[in-house]
């Protein structure tokens, strides 16, 4: 186990509402970064989160957005949910930043049906 | 053209066999390379993380990047059962292993009793 921990890790929602992810980061770390992992693909990066700033964003939509907390927790609100979001939704934490930063290790991903 | 590209698979190999997983990356400037291992419905799990070109080697994976074709490989001596998941490459666009990274399609393995 990585010490990773996210919720919920699964969710069916309905197309145009709400939804929001957490991601609880390793002990010690103070970056995480979320990736969404659509079936047969690998995880594309949505964006991450340093010391409680966005530190980088991928080629996702505003109505993708996230938090840090003071405590590096962090969450994933998606607004407006398409069919297209179902995915497996990751979030990984890591330490430091450049090539001074740890390994990112990954949760166990949330899985969200839109339906 | 993605910016690292893996075949998806699937392989399937007997118990024993020598695996080779490879993927190729269009940017020079990318420097360090990772390879993952995911099981189904599990989050991935870093396996090698290498820096430039060269090999490393920890008990039966070898990870062996060559930068001046631009080809990362991952080399599974002695498969086993349990290595039957899906195998994903990811370089760094920012440098380092800072979160941000970049992933192929992942390669499927089966791995055969």
């Known amino acids: 186990e990585t010490g990773v921990t996210q919720s919920p890790t699964h969710l069916i929602k309905t197309r145009g509402q709400q939804v929001t992810l957490r991601c609880s980061s390793q002990?010690?770390?103070?970056?995480v970064s979320w990736y969404q992992q659509a079936l047969g693909q690998g995880p594309q990066f949505i964006f991450q989160?340093?010391?409680?700033?966005?530190?980088g964003r991928g080629n996702f939509p505003p109505r993708f957005s996230g938090l840090q907390f003071p405590n590096y927790s962090s969450e994933l609100n998606v607004n407006a949910l398409e069919l297209d979001d179902s995915a497996l939704y990751l979030c990984?934490?890591?330490?430091?930043?450049?090539?001074?930063?740890?390994?990112?290790?990954f949760g166990q991903g949330t899985r969200l049906t839109v339906v | 053209q993605k910016e690292v590209e893996q075949d998806p698979g699937p392989l399937s190999v007997p118990e024993g066999a020598i695996v080779s997983l490879n993927c190729t990356y269009s940017?020079?400037?990318?420097?360090?390379f990772m390879w993952y291992r995911q099981y189904s419905r599990k989050g991935p799990e870093l396996l090698m993380y290498?820096?430039?070109?060269g090999n490393k080697e920890d008990g039966r994976f070898t990870a062996q990047v060559d930068k001046s074709s631009k080809y990362i490989s991952l080399f599974i001596r002695d498969s086993q059962p349990s290595d039957s998941a899906t195998y994903l490459c990811?370089?760094?666009?920012?440098?380092?292993?800072?979160?941000?990274?970049?992933f192929g399609q992942g390669t499927t393995l089966q791995v055969k009793p």
């Open positions: 002990s010690g770390h103070n970056t």
């Open positions: 940017n020079s400037a990318f420097q360090y």
């Open positions: 290498t820096y430039s070109s």
């Open positions: 990811a370089t760094s666009r920012a440098g380092g292993n800072t979160g941000k990274l970049i």
């Open positions: 990984a934490s890591s330490n430091g930043q450049g090539a001074g930063a740890t390994e990112a290790f």
């Open positions: 989160y340093y010391r409680e700033e966005e530190n």
